[in-house]
């Protein structure tokens, strides 16, 4: 997604699914000084229990297969 300037609604499109197959969701993106707020496809549960508090400055990876999400910041 490269750097998020601004809030940002996030959909997930899993129509294409092969049955099956573990489907797997990678999403990398950075933010400005100024952490923009991200809305999260529904039906996500996340390691931890919730999604991300997103700083700014950070550079994050999203990894989502099978709806359950994890995530790295750096």
Not at 3 to 26: C, H
Not at 43 to 56: D, L, M, Q
Not at 57 to 69: F, H, Q, R
């Amino acid at each position: 997604l490269g750097t998020l300037a601004s809030s940002v609604t996030l959909s997930l499109d899993t129509s294409k699914e092969e049955s099956g197959v573990n489907n797997v969701y990678d999403i990398i993106f950075a933010t400005p000084a100024a952490a923009p707020s991200i809305t999260w496809p529904e039906g996500i549960s996340w390691i931890g229990g919730s999604a991300p508090a997103i700083a700014g400055g950070k550079t994050y990876e999203v990894s989502i297969m099978d709806n359950l999400a994890t995530y790295g910041e750096f």
